[in-house]
């Protein structure tokens, strides 16, 4: 066994649950059960989320003043970090401003084909590593129907949850909404194990997947709008994927006799196969073996013209001018470190 890896995950909040936190929970319980690695975390905004990760993982906030490597959520994250050790940002999206990728980061990792794209447009090299789940946690506790009985919404809006409920009541089938904004469910395989199928984006799909429900991927966000790829056949999952299962792949609108048709094409053998992929594909273990890996593009190579390519590349440089201050601030430091 080799020496021990001293990996700090940070993220910039852990306050609530939400797609990013609960990646980085999964992330960090991965990390923690091998046995060369030594793990703690980071954050700006404590609570919910980082109560779990003490408390049930036992891993310490940073203590350590250096570290082997650094796994970083947010550019927030890599800017307060930057001289602790080299960073990997993961890059969860293509929208909010956090999402974006930070030239201080010695690699970037995107999580869909979509979000690659935009990293690639911007000048970033990086991989494409799916987003994890604990397949060992969230699992199958139960069988669902033969025929459709009750849906589950992990939508974030009050406008879908308020169609989904009005279908739901239509068709006479039972119903809950869990919305992270306003009564969030911290052990949501409970929570699905309960229902039949899941509706929601991203990361609710993935969980759902894992627990072998079908799912319809349908959310109605400020920053996404209405958008829908609709009933999920397990077939088409490589292809929805590719965009982080938002919705942005078919980019259809759905309104409630939209709804109706998806609800309608429930297979409980979906479920069998949706688990299988989520195994294969989804995997927080499996996961955690391709971050590890991507340290190897962590050479002296990348550190010495990583400041040279901003000359290089007309795009990186329009991307780097919004980091300006932080760039001048920071050079120095970098090659010092």
Request: charged letters at 30%.
């Amino acid at each position: 066994m080799g020496e021990t890896k001293k990996i700090l995950v940070a993220t910039n909040h852990l306050a609530g649950v939400g797609g990013s936190e609960m990646y980085t929970y999964d992330l960090i319980k991965a990390l923690n059960v091998r046995p060369n690695v030594e793990v703690e975390y980071f954050t700006f905004d404590k609570g919910l989320i980082s109560d779990k990760i003490e408390e049930e993982l036992h891993i310490p906030f940073m203590k350590k003043k250096r570290y082997d490597l650094i796994f970083a959520n947010h550019n927030s994250s890599v800017k307060e970090l930057f001289a602790k050790a080299p960073i990997i940002q993961i890059c969860h999206g293509i929208v909010p401003e956090l999402e974006q990728p930070s030239p201080l980061a010695d690699y970037h990792v995107a999580i869909s084909e979509e979000i690659s794209d935009h990293l690639v447009n911007l000048g970033y090299a990086n991989d494409i590593i799916l987003n994890g789940i604990d397949v060992q946690k969230k699992k199958p506790l139960r069988p669902i129907n033969s025929t459709l009985q009750s849906v589950l919404s992990l939508c974030q809006s009050d406008k879908a949850n308020a169609k989904l409920k009005a279908v739901c009541d239509a068709k006479g089938l039972d119903f809950q909404a869990y919305n992270k904004n306003s009564n969030p469910a911290v052990n949501i395989e409970q929570k699905i194990n309960l229902f039949d199928l899941v509706v929601g984006i991203g990361r609710s799909i993935y969980d759902a997947m894992a627990c072998g429900r079908p799912s319809l991927i349908y959310d109605h966000r400020v920053y996404n709008g209405n958008k829908a790829d609709g009933y999920l056949r397990p077939e088409n999952f490589s292809k929805y994927v590719k965009m982080n299962c938002s919705g942005r792949y078919l980019n259809r609108q759905y309104q409630e006799k939209e709804l109706i048709r998806e609800l309608e094409k429930y297979k409980p053998e979906d479920g069998e196969k949706l688990r299988k992929i989520a195994l294969s594909e989804l995997n927080a273990y499996k996961m955690v073996d391709q971050l590890l890996n991507t340290e190897e593009r962590l050479n002296w190579r990348n550190r010495i013209n990583k400041w040279k390519r901003f000359t290089e590349h007309t795009k990186l440089v329009k991307h780097a001018f919004f980091y300006k201050k932080l760039y001048a601030f920071t050079k120095n430091e970098y090659f010092n470190r």
